[in-house]
């Protein structure tokens, strides 16, 4: 499943991107532009514009609430989506698929401490941007693991 988020939902896409979906988003994602962007790569539009229906978007999901939290349950309930399955394996600013690195090639690119206290790295084949399990990552980790609660809930 592949998304298109308007320029309204900058934290939703961010929150999608931890959960591994592929989201494209930025200022040019507006009306027609949303529109044109989502039927070139064939994605699923998420927009608070309640006024792009007018222009006969393809298929889209109107996202209710203007809190990112609420937003994102609406996005996993409507398309089914597990939070917790893809977690972590894109990167938050460019989208692009991560692939995992030796620490030998990353060491040199993180912070001291970080290298003699972490194994695993990930980068980004596009920005090169390194990840790594982190204190922050914990804190996504229990965001996605409450929304999969709430998920089997329901
Ligand atoms: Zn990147």
Known sequence: MKFAADRMLGK????????????????HLTGYG????????????????GRLKQKQPPDYIFVE????????RQVVKACGLEPLAQAFTRCLEC???????AKDAVKALVPPYVASTQERFFA???????????????RMLEELRTLALLETRN
């Open 34 to 49: 949303l529109i044109r962007a989502a039927r070139q790569e064939d994605r699923l539009i998420l927009t608070r514009d």
């Open 124 to 138: 980004c084949p596009r920005c090169n941007r390194v990840y790594w399990p982190a204190t922050h990552h914990e």
């Open 12 to 27: 939703l896409a961010k929150w999608l991107r931890i959960m591994g979906q592929d989201v494209i988003y930025g200022p």
């Open 95 to 101: 989208n692009a698929v991560l692939e995992p690195r």
């Open 65 to 72: 609430s203007d809190r990112y939290r609420e937003q994102l």
